[in-house]
């Protein structure tokens, strides 16, 4: 049985198990090749995503200052205003971060200053900073690391991290587990690994997770505060570091991620 605190023990990933990405790395080839395509599905879906949560502002702001509100009302209204706002300014962030990255890609070797990095330090702290969601989510979380480093960006790279943690936590149900595994595997390579017991993606689905905007369930995305951004970030900054992922995932059982960067 799992211990409810934090704890430390040494690094266990069946990684052999795992599939390779190759499908991902395929549908990069497309991206380039068929830009403009992508780009207007991109723009197309951004759009959509900011008209939802603009329209229910309006909406409320409209049922306000017609009087239509009743007092009691106000507050509620207020609140639900706030909230749908906070799901732009989170969807806007997402949107800017991957322009970013999708900006260091073009200008692979200015894009940051390689420092070393010390992955195992990274999981063990975004797995502290994390401790709040999981408890929110009745979800336990863990890790287990052993030495793994390399030059890299440490803001990416937890950033990675903390993507493939909240996904596991939110796509979780509660009483489920969540381990952070960091560690070097028989090649000398470094690696993290985000294990779940979670819900579980659809064999059809695993290709598509890391596209801008895919989602499985759209409304549990969204009720959980997803922006549909959140794997297509880990996988640009995966391609950044020049790492590979890899997946397995089955409904009902769970998914393990792992992000494997080149030896030193
Ligand atoms: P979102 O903001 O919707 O979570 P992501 O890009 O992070 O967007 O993930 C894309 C989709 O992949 C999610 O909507 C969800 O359906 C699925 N997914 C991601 N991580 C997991 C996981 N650990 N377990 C089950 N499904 C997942």
């Known amino acids: 049985h799992m211990a409810e605190h934090i704890d430390t023990i040494e690094a266990e990933v069946p990684y052999e198990e795992l599939v390779p990405l190759a499908h991902t790395i ?49 507050p ?7 909230k749908e706002a906070s799901r732009m300014i989170t969807l806007v962030t997402d949107i800017l971060q991957l322009s970013e990255l999708d900006g260091m890609r073009d200008c692979k070797e200015k894009s940051f200053e390689p420092e070393p990095v010390d992955l195992a330090a990274v999981t063990r702290d975004t797995c502290v900073n994390m401790t709040m969601n999981a408890r929110k989510a009745y979800v336990t979380l863990q890790y287990k690391t052993e030495p793994a480093s390399l030059m890299g960006s440490r803001d990416l790279l937890s950033e990675l991290v903390t993507n493939l943690c909240d996904n596991a936590i939110r796509y979780n149900r509660p009483g489920g587990h969540v381990c952070l595994y960091s560690g070097t595997d028989g090649d000398g390579c470094p690696y993290v690994a985000v294990e779940d017991n979670g819900i579980g993606i659809p064999q059809d689905a695993q290709a598509r997770v890391f596209e801008r905007f895919y989602r499985v369930d759209k409304s549990r995305s969204k009720a959980t505060g997803g922006t549909g951004l959140g794997l297509a970030i880990v996988k640009h900054i995966a391609m950044l570091h020049g790492a590979r992922i890899d997946l397995k995932s089955q409904v009902g059982t769970g998914t393990t991620i792992r992000v494997t960067f080149p030896k030193a």
């Open 26 to 74: 395929q549908s990069d080839r497309k991206l380039r090749e068929d830009n403009e395509a992508i780009r207007r599905e991109f723009t197309a879906n951004v759009s959509h995503e900011l008209k939802t949560p603009l329209t229910s502002i309006s909406g409320y702001a409209e049922l306000m200052e017609n009087g239509m509100a009743k007092a009691e009302d106000v």
């Open 76 to 82: 509620v209204f207020a609140q639900r205003i706030h």
